[in-house]
């Protein structure tokens, strides 16, 4: 039995909203209720950076709240994917070029699925989360992977080591160091 | 003997029994609020996916706290189901409740404090009330052995019902639901103690939820005495209590919590007391 494949069956939810409008939250809370039930596909809104999975990010990041994003991105537990919700959060929507907001939350994390729309649907972001939880596997498969150097071992590196030092010994009392 | 198998049984299946509970008691949340509900199985897929994830711990002590409570809880279960010590038991309980509250202190997050403070207040006011159940019981059958209990042909029930309301009006503060969940708080303080746990730690603590079901099921199905079904029955009647007053419910603060249990629960479980010393029923 192969325990790996019900890793992707409960992908738990951070939501964050950078500064949005709150009509993308809105959407993001009618996933969570009785007609869309993502509960189904076993996410949970956990508020709690430490035990999510998937970060759900809304609103384009104004100045203020860019700090406490990469905070609460870096306190996510490895594998974690983000997912931008809206058009604000994929290149800064209406805001863009304003003095409190740049374009776009990839400026500052790594994004992995962008979710277009204003505000986006809930279809489209069930849409993008299952695609998240794709690249959720393929990057734990990446984590797994053990590494191995392709870098020849070096032979000499004209550095003084142990072995020429004890040489008079190990040569029949013949120095080649230090005389 | 064969009782002895199905003791042991019992105390090695417990957390996954608990796991069963919980994923039941989703899915019966999710039919009340007419969704569909996660499967039956989902808490076993979260516990899988817990160990895969990488772990990140505060400090050891915290880390290891964690784990010392999942491991006296099961403890408490273990000695439950195994008819020992009732005062034992309570304070095997209140152990593992008191180190969850050393880890929410040991940490310096504000909501861990915060749920801390809140766990410490949840103990306050069903503690009491745990206690006189336990002394009634010592008045009923001349013995704080819960294979007394067990034991007893006539429904224990019959002969101290108010302890059974007492019981019911606390369960909710012991599991953490809705209107007594102020420890666990989910929109307020983010899960309380638990906050800090990530990865394989936190399967300690969400596994300990799961024998805490098993721990206060266990104590409703002691009052079916020696009649299993009539504890079977119990339980279920209790399960369905539990999720309905968790769905139609808003969370009081801890205040009126607190003022709840000692003013309400609490007299009735001592009237229950006096009513068993004096073997009125």
């Known amino acids: 039995m192969k325990l790996n494949q019900y890793r992707k069956k409960s992908p738990w939810i951070l939501h964050y909203n950078a500064g949005g409008c709150n009509g993308c939250d809105i959407e993001i809370l009618a996933c969570l209720g009785p007609k869309y039930d993502i509960e189904r596909f076993g996410m949970i809104n956990s508020g709690n950076p430490k035990q999510a999975d998937v970060m759900l990010i809304t609103g384009p990041v104004t100045k203020r709240s860019r700090e406490r994003l990469v905070d609460v991105y870096s306190q996510m537990p490895e594998p974690k994917v983000v997912v931008a919700c809206g058009s604000c959060t994929c290149t800064g929507g209406v805001f863009r070029g304003m003095y409190n907001c740049e374009g776009g939350v990839d400026q500052y994390i790594p994004v992995d699925v962008y979710v277009p729309g204003c505000g986006c649907r809930p279809e489209q972001i069930i849409a993008g989360v299952v695609e998240a939880l794709k690249k959720l596997e393929e990057k734990t498969k990446e984590m797994e992977k053990s590494v191995r150097l392709d870098v020849a071992p070096v032979e000499s590196d004209e550095q003084t080591n142990r072995r020429d030092i004890a040489a008079p010994i190990n040569n029949g009392g013949k120095p080649t160091l230090f005389g | 003997m064969n009782n002895t198998v199905v003791q042991i049984l019992l105390i090695v299946l417990a957390p996954v029994l ?190 300990a939820k799961w024998l805490d079901y098993i721990f206060c099921y266990l104590l409703v199905f002691l009052f079916g005495g020696a009649n299993i079904w009539l504890g079977l029955l119990l339980v279920a009647l209790t399960f369905i209590y539990i999720n309905a007053l968790d769905n139609s419910t808003a969370r009081v603060n801890y205040k009126q919590m607190l003022r709840f249990c000692l003013w309400v629960a609490l007299p009735i479980a001592f009237v229950n007391l006096i009513l068993t010393m004096f073997n009125v029923l």
Do not use: C
């Not at chain 2, 019966?28 to 772990?55: C, E, H, N, S, T």
């Open chain 2, 18 to 207: 608990g796991g069963l509970i919980y994923g039941l008691e989703r899915k019966v949340k999710a039919r009340m609020q007419r969704r569909i509900g996660p499967p039956l199985l989902q808490p076993f897929y979260d516990f899988l996916k817990f160990a895969d994830k990488r772990k990140m711990i505060v400090h050891s002590t915290h880390a290891f706290l964690g784990i010392v409570h999942f491991i006296s809880l099961w403890f408490a279960v273990a000695v439950l189901i195994m008819g020992g010590d009732f005062i034992l038991i309570i304070f095997l309980h209140l152990l593992s409740t008191a180190v969850i509250i050393l880890a929410g202190f040991s940490t310096r997050s504000i909501f861990s404090h915060l749920g801390a403070n809140r766990s410490a207040i949840s103990i306050l006011a069903y503690e009491p009330v745990l206690v006189l159940i336990a002394i009634s019981a010592y008045m009923l059958t001349g013995s704080f052995d819960v294979s007394a209990l067990y034991a007893s042909e006539m429904p224990v029930l019959f002969k101290m019902p108010l302890a059974f309301i007492a019981l019911l009006l606390i369960l909710p503060v012991k599991l953490k639901k809705s209107p007594f969940d102020v420890g666990d708080a989910h929109q307020e303080v983010v899960g309380g103690v638990e906050l800090e746990y990530s990865g394989i730690f936190y399967e300690a603590v969400y596994t």
